[in-house]
């Protein structure tokens, strides 16, 4: 299983001649999902060579511009391309009329189905699920209503111990539940225990996705132990008081929830446009969470 | 007087990292007019160095992304960065309703009056009139409906000729008459004819921005002998056929138009992504206007 996620752009509200508005694409066994989609996104996909058109799933974490305001050109790039496949969206409700509107003043009919799916407000709730993963909302506390999205890939079939099999003579046609952790009772109606069969294979990645956000305990059980935490970092611990006003999160605030849901690692972004140099923010977060990292664009985080 | 036109983007349909959609910065003696806004512009203008908080006037030609998909992005970060003075836009109305939702999705409120000035779809009108400039709307024959713009300089005032002044012993009280074109009538009742105590000061300059259209011949008239004419040239001769579907113009038509109009100089954009090199496109405008070029990314023409 591959599980891996580039960065477009991390920085806050302004897009500038080398800082670019959230986005990122997480790949998953080559299936990709694009979270938010600031001004400039295709452009950011173009220069890494990530095809948007292989993008069936696109999260909209909330409705501030520097998180949506590249979709509506995606979108029409996908459909001048001659796109034909389905492409879902999940945002809040809003953002359908604000799609149907440009569409209609365009006079446009797209190619391909475009499903938008409203993303609940208050509830937290499956959005995505099949055989290979799981896609959850976590409701933030930002400004405005606001989703952080956890990604959790899903558990992979135990793998079958050769010898083993042999060894206690398990017919072929029970090869299948084996993988899937069942227990094997054999003709004399002994109890042959799975894991002596078969063994774990390799755990399944889980990605949590928190921007924007206010700092809030309550995240810390619902990403406990995840591989990677996003976490919005807008400012540094100086301006704790800003960010409590503005929605946001500093440094040290970031650090904390990533240490206290024990995350594997922790990338920070959603810089505001004030800091021009990042290593003292980064500083202040590793001093709280040691395997901290900053994002930027271009970034590839193989899991 | 100056007057200067800078391009910021001039490719059609879809952005790449090398090619910008349409955006036009004009200057008239320091006030700016921006036209179009494709996705990107605001990024466009700090590459440039132009800034956007002295722009007041803001025209979008029709409602196809390439055109204005930048618009709602500008507007933000003009709120972001604290612009409290007043900006016009021209469009077509849907585009109120567009940027309405939107910030109504944000929860924004604008910290700048926005104007908004509904661009009439049949008629052509003076949209702007001070003592400066005069910009009126053309009509274009696009798939939707599209506007090409006509900016023109006022006529500055005549310039005294000082010794005749003195010769013909003209009071001070005359000299403002003098300087709009009025002839003199001294005590003894003779008409001393303006042109003998003034001479015409330089030529106002005139600008015709039309993009997107097909070939019309009605335009011709509307654009006469203006300084510097931009037309869109989405194709080459070859598929005037698809020109004509697709409500465009190839490189012909457009140095046709130019030539019947009797411009001073032509320049082409709106390139289809399909052409990788502009040379040959180039050639067939000039073959039948010699003074055709191509409109690039951060060129300027100074008046």
Redesign the interface.
């Known amino acids: 299983m591959s599980f891996k996620l580039t960065i477009l752009g991390c920085s806050s509200?302004?897009?500038?001649?080398n800082r670019h508005p959230t986005a990122q694409l997480l790949n998953v066994n080559e299936r990709f999902f694009l979270i938010d989609c600031g001004?400039?996104t295709?452009?950011q996909l173009?220069?890494y060579q990530l095809s948007f058109q292989r993008i069936n799933h696109i999260f909209i974490s909330h409705?501030?511009?520097d998180h949506y305001?590249?979709l509506?050109?995606l979108l029409?790039?996908m459909h001048?391309?001659g796109r034909n496949k389905e492409l879902h969206i999940y945002a809040?409700e809003?953002?359908k009329?604000?799609i149907d509107?440009?569409l209609?003043?365009?006079?446009t009919e797209l190619n391909y189905p475009l499903f938008f799916h409203i993303l609940p407000k208050e509830e937290e709730t499956i959005l995505l699920e099949d055989n290979n993963i799981k896609v959850v909302n976590i409701i933030l506390d930002h400004?405005?209503n606001c989703s952080g999205f956890l990604f959790e890939e899903k558990r992979t079939p135990r793998k079958i111990i050769k010898s083993q099999i042999e060894k206690y003579n398990v017919p072929f046609d029970k090869i299948n539940s084996l993988k899937n952790g069942v227990d094997w009772i054999n003709q004399q109606g002994d109890i042959i225990c799975n894991n002596v069969l078969t063994t774990e294979n390799s755990l399944p990645n889980r990605y949590a996705y928190c921007s924007d956000t206010r700092y809030q305990e309550t995240l810390i059980e619902k990403i406990k132990n995840v591989d990677l935490l996003y976490h919005e970092t807008t400012f540094m611990q100086d301006l704790e008081d800003r960010a409590e006003q503005t929605g946001h999160s500093t440094s040290v605030q970031a650090a904390t929830i990533a240490q206290k849901a024990k995350v594997k690692k922790l990338i920070v972004g959603h810089y505001s446009q004030r800091y021009k140099n990042l290593d003292s923010l980064l500083e202040e977060s590793k001093s709280i969470f040691t395997n901290t990292f900053l994002s930027f664009p271009g970034m590839t985080i193989d899991f």
């Open positions: 509200a302004i897009p500038t001649v001004e400039g295709q452009v173009r220069k409705l501030h511009g305001f590249g509506i050109g029409s790039s001048l391309l809040h809003e953002l009329q604000i509107l440009q209609n003043a365009s006079n400004s405005i």
